[in-house]
């Protein structure tokens, strides 16, 4: 006898049942990492008590919901290095089915073998290591500086893989203002972001740069909100000579009201696009792959990282699909929305 046959809930339709499964993983996150506190301070972080208790509330509901909650979670990571330790050891049929990301911006410092200095990896080629990504949407927090947040931004332009979307969020609109030297200058955009993606996918591919700004200072997740962003687009005024553009600072958007106010970057990959084309060698200088020869991710951070973050993370081990440590102590991450958002305290507006 089939004691769950009288249940109102498995009475409804499949797909309906579908449906509010969907609803309830598409509002979970899953945060692993450690999170900045201020310059020194951090606090390691865990998903919120039960984030996946539904899977384990029946046998009949864990059947129905094992091959949907990968699709629909938002995995959220404090930075790159948590990323890759997360899900490189996942096997790849697992990887693919992961659609939702977010991480941290800041570089992946390493010293690569043989080599006495350390090096700082942007993050759209730390994930390099990681081919298998298939993501609907890599969220990425511009939690540096406005020039490496810029320059990491052009990598994941020109050169970033895994994602149909990125969504790169600024806390501040210095990223589009800073004053820069001619090796790193600033363009006008998201004009020249755009024309970059087209020469990669192709004119006719439907890509596209979109930069939104936040109409209310210093109002963290603003820029999410349809009805607190407008449009944005640098253009260059008759004064001004296109060579010059970026060579000094933008007065008028790091201006008082101006400055404090979020940026939001969507880039949409085109229509037929690659998004497991990671490249081949050989690899550029500021690739890890370079010197890296096929080792994977466990072995370089190993090696190469000269700093081990040690952190846990409460997931209920599905089925060993992560590991677990219980070292110290861990933070749930408690939200009212899965895509609310923490800067570090100590970055300048």
Not at 129 to 148: C, F, K
Not at 239 to 259: C, H, I, S, V, W
Not at 306 to 327: A, K, P
Request: hydrophobic fraction near 35%.
């Amino acid at each position: 006898m089939d004691l769950q046959s009288g249940s109102p809930f498995f009475r409804l339709p499949r797909e309906l049942r579908d449906q509010i499964y969907i609803t309830l993983f598409t509002s979970t996150r899953l945060t692993f990492g450690e999170r900045s506190l201020d310059r020194i301070g951090r606090q390691r972080m865990k998903p919120a008590p039960n984030s996946l208790a539904l899977l384990r509330s029946c046998r009949r509901v864990h059947e129905e919901t094992k091959s949907l909650w990968l699709r629909h979670v938002l995995f959220s990571f404090e930075n790159a290095e948590h990323m890759m330790d997360k899900l490189s050891p996942l096997p790849e049929s697992t990887l693919a089915q992961i659609r939702f990301a977010r991480t941290g911006g800041r570089p992946v410092m390493m010293t690569p073998p043989g080599e006495d200095d350390d090096v700082y990896y942007r993050v759209p080629f730390v994930l390099k290591l990681l081919p298998g990504l298939r993501l609907d949407t890599l969220t990425v927090l511009a939690d540096t500086g406005p020039e490496v947040a810029y320059e990491t931004l052009d990598m994941f332009v020109k050169h970033g893989h895994g994602w149909k979307e990125l969504h790169f969020i600024s806390h501040s609109s210095s990223v589009l203002a800073f004053a820069s030297d001619t090796l790193y200058r600033r363009k006008l955009q998201p004009g020249a972001w755009h024309e970059a993606l087209l020469r990669r996918d192709g004119r006719n591919s439907g890509a596209s740069v979109v930069i939104y700004r936040s109409t209310h200072p210093g109002v963290r997740g603003s820029v999410l909100n349809q009805g607190s962003r407008r449009p944005f687009s640098q253009t260059v005024s008759p004064r001004e000579q296109l060579r010059l553009f970026g060579e000094t600072a933008d007065q008028e958007l790091l201006g008082p009201g101006e400055k404090t106010k979020e940026v939001l970057i969507v880039v949409k990959r085109g229509r037929g696009s690659d998004l497991s084309d990671v490249g081949s060698p050989p690899y550029s200088w500021d690739d890890p792959r370079e010197w890296a020869n096929g080792k994977k991710w466990a072995t370089i951070r190993q090696e190469c990282i000269d700093y081990m973050l040690s952190w846990d993370d409460d997931l209920d081990d599905l089925d060993g699909l992560f590991s677990s440590s219980d070292e110290g102590e861990a933070e749930a991450d408690i939200y009212d929305d899965p895509e609310e958002y923490i800067f570090p305290p100590f970055l300048e507006p």
